[in-house]
């Protein structure tokens, strides 16, 4: 079947951290892989994509590859910022439909 | 530019009680859908349509109905509240410009409490 799963949280860290959330996917056929964020109190807003092997989104400093021989779309970024403060969705979209993970949820403190 | 937009932002139901929904987009989006986000459960597709007219179950569907009169408008309808269907509710509208890259984009959510 399809399913997206995705590191659990809450994820807390420093300013200027490096900043990875785990994410693995599984699909029946071959998906388009993304990234979505969620401020508090806002719907969910794409923050990137990638659609086939080995491809690379990046958006605001983030990252994810996406790996075929892993399935997998971590995100990472060098350098969090107060600002990134929200919950991480990943998913992946293939027959119609999307499938999203449970959420990250990360934390910057200064 | 409107995007996606849902109201009511909030709602309080009685048990029992019926209740629609409402998601309008004007981007001319054929794809649109249902969520509900639940704590440690992320968004769970309720239904989606795929066009006017169009209309299919997702991973939840029991409890609620749909309809797609026109492209902009996908109206959620919970027939009987319960409060299990206490939850946060999203819709999403994108383009179907082939299967692999579709950006979708949310509403800002109605937070739905049933008591």
């Known amino acids: 079947g399809n399913s997206v799963t995705q590191m659990e949280g809450p994820v807390t860290l420093s300013e200027e951290a490096f900043l990875t959330i785990n994410c693995t996917y599984t699909?029946?056929?071959?998906?388009?892989l993304f990234w979505y964020v969620q401020y508090p109190g806002e719907g969910l807003q794409l923050l990137l994509k990638?659609?086939?092997?080995?491809d690379k989104g990046s958006n605001k400093g983030f990252e994810a590859t996406y790996r075929k021989e892993t399935t997998s779309f971590h995100l990472e970024k060098g350098s969090v910022q107060v600002s990134d403060s929200a919950v991480y969705f990943c998913a992946s979209y293939t027959g119609n439909q999307f499938y999203f993970g449970t959420g990250t949820s990360l934390t910057v403190i200064p | 530019n409107a995007g996606v937009t849902q109201t009511p932002k909030f709602q309080v139901l009685k048990t029992g009680q019926s209740m629609t929904l409402q998601c309008a987009q004007d981007?001319?989006?054929?794809?649109m859908s249902w969520y509900r986000q639940d704590p440690g459960m992320g968004l769970r597709l309720i239904h989606y349509s795929v066009g006017a007219g169009i209309t299919d179950q997702g991973e939840v569907p029991n409890g609620y109905n749909v309809s797609r009169s026109t492209t902009e408008d996908f109206p959620l309808r919970l027939l009987s509240a319960a409060p299990s269907q206490t939850s946060v509710y999203f819709c999403a509208s994108s383009i179907r410009s082939g299967p692999r890259s579709p950006e979708a984009f949310f509403g800002q959510g109605t937070r739905l409490t049933v008591v």
């Open positions: 699909a029946t056929g071959y998906p388009s």
């Open positions: 990638a659609t086939k092997a080995d």
């Open positions: 981007m001319n989006h054929e794809y």
